[in-house]
Antibody, heavy 117, light 107 residues
């Protein structure tokens, strides 16, 4: 299972760091993808992290602004997004995949991030 | 980057109908295509992967077909719990991408 934190409210220009905790013994076996969904909009892939070694790949749009990390001691992956603007208001999902290029077979419940002054 | 175009963007159907949703890729995606179902306020749920493989636990009324640039999701004998939004996703190359979604509504 993937468990995400509750909703966050941030001001423009701030950063948000969203945790995604994996339960069970599969933390280092599955890649974690991050996908976001703006209100009433479709799904947007942000990037992926390999929890085993910590290597990452980001969508061009988020390079330099998104940082995905992991803490193997707590089986938690984090996605930090900086320089927040109103357009970043969205539900952020973490999801498990078998590889860098993969479908996503299990999803967290999502974290709503609201960016507002 | 591979862009995915779903059609229609929305449709109205009745319980028991057969529904077909298409997903067209801007360049070849081989068979690296998945379909998801999303209900309001919920995370997406994987239905089909590798274009035609049914995820464990998904009813057999759902099926997928296609390869390359043209893909189809078919729902036979539409059930009340199937009214939702459906997305396709390609994983043939970076960046991974999703179609714009198809909203299946009750007629």
């Amino acid at each position: 299972q993937l468990v995400q934190s509750g909703a966050e409210v941030k001001k423009p220009g701030a950063s948000v760091k969203i945790p995604c905790k994996a339960s069970g013994n599969t933390f280092t076996r599955h890649y974690i993808h991050w996908v976001r969904q703006a209100p009433g909009q479709g799904l947007e892939w942000m990037g992926v992290i390999n929890p085993s070694g910590g290597s990452t790949s980001y969508a061009h749009k988020f390079q330099g602004r998104a940082t995905m990390t992991r803490d193997t001691s707590t089986s938690t992956v984090y996605m930090e997004l900086s320089s927040l603007r109103s357009e970043d208001t969205a539900v952020y999902y973490c999801a498990s995949g078998d590889d860098w290029l993969s479908h996503m077979f299990y999803w967290g419940q999502g974290t709503l991030v609201t960016v507002s002054s | 980057a591979i862009q995915l175009t779903q059609s229609p963007s929305s449709l109205s159907a009745s319980v028991g109908d057969r529904v077909t949703i298409t997903c067209r890729a801007s360049q070849g995606a081989s068979s690296a295509l998945a379909w998801y179902q999303q209900k309001p306020g919920k995370a997406p749920k994987l239905l089909i992967y590798d274009a035609s493989s049914l995820e464990i636990g998904v009813p057999s009324r759902f099926s997928g077909s296609g390869s390359g640039t043209d893909f189809t999701l078919t729902i036979n004998n539409l059930q009340p719990e199937d009214f939702a939004t459906y997305y396709c996703q390609q994983y043939n190359g970076f960046p991974l991408s999703f179609g714009g979604g198809t909203n299946v509504e009750i007629k």
